[in-house]
């Protein structure tokens, strides 16, 4: 049953991604003068994951690309 588990023993997984082509389509100039900025072409995805204890972080990684079921397997594995 779930309520013998040790909430101690458990860890838990949060997995997030970002695109780092992201940029913001307005800006902020001075009166009478316009705001110039390059936009990237393409930006990588990159993902988080990490894992989360009573006592802290117990592991995280960095991925450059999507979190998938290879990815998932060596994080768990390490």
């Known amino acids: 049953m779930i309520r013998d ?3 101690e023993g ?4 949060g997995e997030s ?3 780092l082509g992201l940029i913001r389509l307005f ?5 009478g003068q316009r705001a ?7 930006g990588r995805n990159v ?16 991925i450059l690309g999507a ?3 290879l990815s ?3 994080f768990v594995a390490t």
């Open 5 to 7: 588990i040790r909430v």
């Open 27 to 31: 800006a902020w100039a001075m009166s």
């Open 67 to 69: 979190f998938e079921s």
């Open 17 to 19: 991604g970002v695109n």
């Open 10 to 13: 458990l860890v838990l997984l």
């Open 36 to 42: 110039y900025g390059a936009q990237p072409k393409r």
């Open 72 to 74: 998932f397997e060596a």
């Open 47 to 62: 993902s988080l994951v990490a894992g989360l204890s009573l006592a802290g972080v117990v592991a995280s990684a960095v």
